[in-house]
């Protein structure tokens, strides 16, 4: 009788746990009310936190979700005992932040609020270690905006256009080895070939995110072997390759945001110099998270990939664009696009 009792007792707890967890379930698809935007870092850095401020104010505008956003600055040593104190607090029933740098934090504040939401954008955090059942991740496929910008470039050598050599070498600088990295290259080097499959494209690495010097030094190297255009995916390494080009009268292509912005009123000659980036729009992934999340349909507790169907992904096109690429070219490019949206071309990818 009392194994009976037991046993009794057992699947009652275990039918209370599975009520449970079911009930937090459906609990952490409520819609969202109020949503807090950490930055670990400050606005105005016209890239990543920008694009997310612009989403987190249409989340606000459109939906009329109320909005904060508190800038951690950029001593990592302040980063958990802010984030703490704002799950903490209770005044937010959603807290977006990103970078793989926040990952560690969330993985731990997460479990420690798991009635909280949590929107991570370009990373994801270790599911199989931290549940992290409340934690959407939004990672990108990076590898599709390079292989459209790898398509233009291959078909700028054959335009015609100014300082864009018939026949020409293309050129990446990436940061270091490793897999998003090589995302970036090998979608753009599959985008050249697609177009001319004997193109050479100069690959090389700066082994670092942090060195001008050295990404300069690489970019002038590329651009005296006959590269017309470099693509840089090497974060501030990067910015020495944007030099090197200016230097060489050739161009470059940015990453990430559209790097010409960030030149085009200190140094106009540069911004001429990008005419195209790679984007990665953070502020139409936040908004996208959003839109599922009112549905109860966001994908919490597991990560999801996102690019250019989500419109998540995109090369910028501004005036720089219109001055360098010809009209019949562009056309080639959004049709480039269609395909890839639609599926009948399958980017690689190393992740």
Same mark, same amino acid.
């Given at each position: 009788?009392?194994?009976?009792?037991?046993? *009794? &007792? @057992? /699947?009652?707890?275990? @039918?209370?746990?599975?009520?449970?967890?079911? *009930?937090?379930?459906?609990?952490?698809?409520?819609?969202?009310?109020?949503?807090?935007?950490?930055?670990?870092?400050?606005?105005?850095?016209?890239?990543?936190?920008?694009?997310?401020?612009?989403?987190?104010?249409?989340?606000?505008?459109?939906?009329?979700?109320?909005?904060?956003?508190?800038?951690?600055?950029?001593?990592?040593?302040?980063?958990? *005992?802010? @984030?703490?104190?704002?799950?903490?607090?209770?005044?937010?029933?959603?807290?977006?932040?990103?970078?793989?740098?926040?990952?560690?934090?969330?993985?731990?504040?997460?479990?420690?609020?798991?009635?909280?939401?949590?929107?991570?954008?370009?990373?994801?955090?270790?599911?199989?270690?931290?549940?992290?059942?409340?934690?959407?991740?939004?990672?990108?496929?990076?590898?599709?905006?390079?292989?459209?910008?790898?398509?233009?470039?291959?078909?700028?050598?054959?335009?015609?256009?100014?300082?864009?050599? %018939?026949?020409?070498?293309?050129?990446?600088?990436?940061?270091?080895?490793?897999?998003?990295?090589?995302?970036?290259?090998?979608?753009?080097? /599959?985008?050249?070939?697609?177009?001319?499959?004997?193109?050479?494209?100069?690959?090389?690495?700066?082994?670092?995110?942090?060195?001008?010097?050295?990404?300069?030094?690489?970019?002038?190297?590329?651009?005296?072997?006959?590269?017309?255009?470099?693509?840089?995916?090497?974060?501030?390494? &990067?910015?020495?390759?944007?030099?090197?080009?200016?230097?060489?009268?050739?161009?470059?292509?940015?990453?990430?945001?559209?790097?010409?912005?960030?030149? %085009?009123?200190?140094?106009?000659?540069?911004?001429?110099?990008?005419?195209?980036?790679?984007?990665?729009?953070?502020?139409?992934?936040?908004?996208?998270?959003?839109?599922?999340?009112?549905? &109860?349909?966001?994908? @919490?507790?597991?990560?999801?990939?996102?690019?250019?169907?989500?419109?998540?992904?995109?090369? *910028?096109?501004?005036?720089?664009?219109?001055?360098?690429?010809?009209?019949?070219?562009?056309?080639?490019?959004?049709?480039?696009?269609?395909?890839?949206?639609?599926?009948?071309?399958?980017?690689?990818?190393?992740?």
């Amino acid at each position: 009788m009392l194994k009976v009792l037991k046993a *009794a &007792g @057992l /699947a009652v707890s275990a @039918l209370t746990l599975a009520t449970a967890g079911g *009930a937090m379930a459906e609990d952490l698809q409520r819609a969202p009310e109020s949503v807090v935007y950490f930055i670990n870092g400050t606005l105005g850095d016209k890239s990543f936190f920008d694009s997310a401020e612009r989403g987190i104010q249409r989340i606000n505008a459109e939906m009329g979700i109320e909005t904060k956003t508190v800038e951690g600055g950029y001593d990592p040593t302040r980063w958990e *005992a802010a @984030l703490f104190d704002i799950a903490e607090s209770g005044d937010y029933d959603t807290i977006v932040a990103g970078t793989f740098t926040m990952v560690p934090l969330i993985e731990k504040i997460a479990v420690e609020f798991p009635e909280i939401r949590f929107v991570v954008f370009d990373g994801t955090v270790d599911y199989a270690v931290c549940g992290c059942e409340n934690v959407y991740s939004i990672l990108f496929r990076q590898n599709e905006g390079a292989y459209v910008a790898g398509a233009l470039s291959a078909r700028l050598t054959t335009a015609g256009v100014e300082d864009i050599a %018939e026949g020409s070498k293309l050129g990446v600088v990436g940061a270091m080895p490793i897999p998003v990295i090589d995302d970036f290259l090998v979608g753009y080097e /599959a985008g050249a070939k697609s177009i001319i499959p004997e193109i050479e494209v100069l690959k090389q690495y700066s082994n670092s995110f942090a060195d001008p010097a050295v990404g300069k030094e690489i970019g002038k190297a590329m651009y005296d072997q006959g590269a017309s255009i470099v693509f840089q995916v090497a974060g501030a390494s &990067g910015q020495g390759t944007i030099e090197a080009a200016v230097e060489a009268g050739r161009y470059v292509i940015g990453v990430d945001s559209d790097q010409a912005l960030l030149f %085009e009123e200190s140094r106009p000659e540069t911004a001429e110099r990008i005419f195209t980036s790679v984007l990665k729009q953070v502020d139409n992934s936040v908004v996208y998270a959003f839109e599922q999340l009112q549905k &109860g349909e966001l994908k @919490l507790g597991s990560a999801e990939s996102l690019g250019l169907k989500e419109g998540a992904i995109a090369i *910028a096109v501004n005036k720089y664009t219109d001055a360098v690429v010809p009209a019949d070219v562009m056309e080639e490019i959004k049709a480039i696009e269609a395909k890839i949206i639609d599926g009948s071309i399958d980017v690689p990818t190393t992740l």
